[in-house]
Every structure is written in structure tokens, then in C-alpha cells.
């Protein structure tokens, strides 16, 4: 689950409003905790991660926050804290799995874009959907999963950290629309 700045089925969305927050049972990951500094509180001891999936057909991959959760009621991206010792990539496929079903296989790294407050940092993974997939909320953490076309993201009302970024993130994916995505990633071009 995204705690964090920069946080997010078919077309008319899946729905999971009204549950409750999860119940833990066993032991939480080190990594599920709050950390806090000048910049602010933040989730993920060790960072956090989310995956901007797109699919050139559909748009991209948006993630409506229950309403339990920071920011809950906002539209952002399938993502969350990483583990101990997790690169923000693999954590980044993790979560969007755990949370959206995102096929890791099915799937080419466009680019990744970093922010870092010293103390913290927040990767987003944009991915280049190449088999087109239906998400599945799998816990309580969504309320809905939505493909949004590019030009529609900000009539929703986003996560305070995703709407800063997606200006930024919208731009890159535009430009590399124009040179040919397809070219730039380049076939099962998995990682980067």
C-alpha cells in the first residue's frame, strides 16, 4: 500500500468499498513503519515504491485508496513500502501484484523516476503494458482499479504526492509515445 508521496479492472473499474482495514495476522515486515524527519512523515522504513502501468489501448493503472488509508478516497498508484534489503524495482512489482495483480511478466520498464528527501525516498516504475491484463483488487487497501486514457488522470482527485508528479511522469511517457515506446524498450525488456 502506498503511505507515501507519489503514490496508485476492466474500463468501468472494480469496486471493494466499504471493508474494513486488513487484520494483521503474524508478524508485520520491518519495512511497515512510519518514519519522520524536516521533510515530513512518511511510509516505509527503508522507502517505498509504485507502479504506473500503461496500456497504450486503456491508459494507466489508477489505484482509488480506501478510505482507511493516507490520503484514503484518493486515486493514486498500486504500490508501497519496501522490504528490507528490496531494491525498489522488485518492491515496486510486488506491491502493484499483491494489490492489482500486475503481471511482472507481461510487463517492460519505461523508466523510473526517484524522489528523495534524504531521510526517505519514493520510486515510481513506469511500465509499458505488452499483454493487456485485467487488474484484481486482492485486498482491502483499494476501494476500485481503473484504466484512466492520460488526457482523463487529473479529472480525478489524486493523491497529494502522485498529482506532484504526474505532470512530470505524464511528459516523459508523451515524449517517448513520439519516439516509438516500442523502440525504446525494446523486445521483453523486463528490467532497466
Do not use: C
Request: hydrophobic fraction near 40%; glycine fraction near 12%; avoid cysteine.
Amino acid at each position: 500500500m502506498d503511505h507515501s508521496l507519489a503514490a496508485m479492472s476492466p474500463d468501468a473499474g472494480l469496486s471493494n468499498a466499504g471493508q474494513a482495514p486488513p487484520v494483521r495476522t503474524g508478524p508485520r515486515d520491518p519495512g511497515d513503519a512510519w518514519v519522520e524527519g524536516a521533510q515530513g512523515r512518511f511510509w516505509g522504513r527503508f522507502g517505498a515504491a509504485g507502479v504506473l502501468a500503461y496500456d497504450p489501448d486503456k491508459g494507466v493503472l489508477l489505484q482509488h485508496r480506501a478510505a482507511w488509508s493516507h490520503n484514503g478516497g484518493t486515486w493514486g498508484l498500486p504500490g508501497g513500502a519496501l522490504h528490507q534489503g528490496e531494491d525498489a524495482v522488485t518492491g515496486a512489482l510486488r506491491e502493484a501484484h499483491e494489490e492489482a495483480a500486475v503481471p511482472a511478466k507481461d510487463v517492460s520498464i519505461l523508466f523510473t523516476s526517484v524522489l528523495d528527501v534524504g531521510y526517505w525516498s519514493y520510486t515510481t516504475v513506469v511500465l509499458l503494458v505488452r499483454k493487456p491484463f485485467d487488474p484484481v483488487i486482492s485486498d482491502p487497501e483499494s476501494i476500485e482499479l481503473r484504466w484512466v486514457p492520460l488526457s482523463e488522470v487529473e479529472s480525478n482527485e489524486l493523491h497529494p504526492g502522485f498529482a506532484a508528479a504526474w505532470p512530470e511522469l505524464r511528459q516523459r511517457m508523451l515524449d517517448l509515445a513520439e519516439g516509438g515506446i516500442a523502440r525504446a524498450t525494446g523486445p521483453g525488456n523486463n528490467r532497466q
